[in-house]
Every structure is written in structure tokens, then in C-alpha cells.
């Protein structure tokens, strides 16, 4: 959820550190909100990590399949 920055950044200062090791990357993959500000941050955000892709749909329930096959065909 964009909202999760905190949870986001927990995942950089720790399992991110490992990944090298297995020759992989991390990606968060965030679909699109509302809220102005939220949307400011998750782009700054962005442009601190370039570690996240924002997908052209609603956060919400119903474009889980959505994501998870944008997160497949990235793969």
C-alpha cells in the first residue's frame, strides 16, 4: 500500500542488504492513490530508492490481480 513507507524502508534495512548475494533486486510495486501529498511522497520516496514501480490503478481490493500480474510479467 503506498501509505507503507515504513514498512517499505524496514524491508531496505534488512532483507534488500542480502539480495546481492543472490544476484536479485527488490521492487516495490504500488498502485495509484488519491491523496496529493501521499502521491508527493511516494515520488520522492522514488527518487531517494528507485526501488518501486507505480502501477496506473487504484489501491484497492479489486486490483489485486492487477498487481500481481504486472509484478509476474516484470519478472
Known amino acids: ?38 502521491t508527493r511522497d511516494i515520488a520522492d520516496e522514488q527518487r531517494q530508492f528507485g526501488d518501486m514501480i507505480i502501477l496506473p490503478y487504484k489501491d484497492e481490493y479489486s486490483s489485486v490481480i492487477k498487481k500481481v500480474k504486472a509484478m509476474m510479467q516484470f519478472a
Do not use: C, G, H, I
Request: charged share 40%; glycine share 0%; net charge positive.
Open 1 to 38: 500500500a503506498p501509505a507503507y513507507r515504513d514498512r517499505r524502508m524496514a524491508v531496505r534495512d534488512t532483507w534488500k542488504q542480502r539480495l546481492s548475494e543472490y544476484k536479485s533486486s527488490l521492487r516495490f510495486f504500488l498502485a495509484e492513490t488519491d491523496d496529493e501529498q501521499l
